[in-house]
């Protein structure tokens, strides 16, 4: 099963994945270490440890749609932008929202990528 869309709703916490085609949802969470230390910048570096594993998780997905908080996603786009050129590509928009289901995730990330691709003159697999 090839899938080539995925929604992704991040935050500074935790980020869930949802890649899907109109029939199947594949799931998968990444949460953010808890650990903490005294050193200077720790807290950024957790955040960029947390930012790339993210990204490896979306490593071959073609469209990607990031939503959540307006302040985690743009968190992301910055770190994706500066750190994994090619995952920032793969990111098609941003959306803000404020805690879907994962039912409410898979149905809005439809609705954006039919539209989507409708304007992009990409022909939707079956």
Do not use: N, W
């Not at 270490?33 to 993210?54: D, M, W």
Request: proline share 4%; net charge negative; hydrophobic share 35%.
């Amino acid at each position: 099963m090839t899938l080539f869309h995925a929604v992704v709703a991040i935050d500074h916490h935790s980020a869930q994945i949802l890649q899907f085609d109109e029939e199947h949802v594949q799931a998968q969470k990444v949460k953010a270490s808890t650990r903490h230390t005294k050193q200077h910048g720790s807290s950024v570096r957790t955040e960029h440890e947390f930012f790339g594993e993210v990204c490896d998780a979306l490593a071959g997905i073609s469209e990607v749609l990031v939503t959540g908080p307006s302040t985690g996603i743009a968190d992301f786009e910055h770190y994706a932008k500066k750190h994994r050129p090619e995952t920032a590509k793969q990111v098609v928009a941003y959306e803000t929202t404020d805690h879907p289901t994962e039912a409410q995730l898979v149905a809005l990330a439809r609705k954006y990528f039919l539209k989507y691709d409708r304007m992009a003159g990409t022909p939707t697999p079956t």
